[in-house]
């Protein structure tokens, strides 16, 4: 059974900040591909960011210079520190860890950007 376990999501006014984090277990870190992905009410679940190969990493545009996804291999954790974060952010953000066909999620966590 994989696990992700994420933390970190909440309500926040525009402009502000918040950090996300994703736990899961040392050999889903090792060999699996983590990213993050969200989805808004009435739309389908985008990509936000993701590690590529090595530490390579890619985001969407609509975040790029604002998002930075980064991990900690001694915790097993993933982070996604959300910086100047717009009304247009409100989505549940949901971790997620992909390695060929494999492809799990975390249980998602809300975030909400209003004021």
């Known amino acids: 059974q994989v696990q992700l376990v994420e933390s970190g999501g909440g309500l926040v006014q525009p402009g502000e900040s918040l950090r996300l984090s994703c736990a899961t277990s040392?050999?889903?870190?090792?060999?699996?591909?983590m990213g993050w992905y969200r989805q808004a009410p009435g739309k389908q679940r985008e990509l936000v960011a993701v590690?590529?190969?090595?530490?390579?990493?890619n985001y969407a545009d609509s975040v790029k210079g604002r998002f930075t996804i980064s991990r900690d291999d001694a915790k097993h954790t993933v982070y996604l520190q959300m910086n100047s974060l717009k009304p247009e952010d409100t989505a549940v953000y949901y971790c997620?860890?992909?390695?060929?066909?494999?492809?799990?999620w975390g249980q998602g966590t809300q975030v909400t950007v209003s004021s």
């Open positions: 040392e050999n889903i870190f090792r060999v699996y591909t």
């Open positions: 590690f590529t190969w090595g530490a390579n990493t």
């Open positions: 997620n860890a992909k390695w060929y066909t494999y492809n799990y």
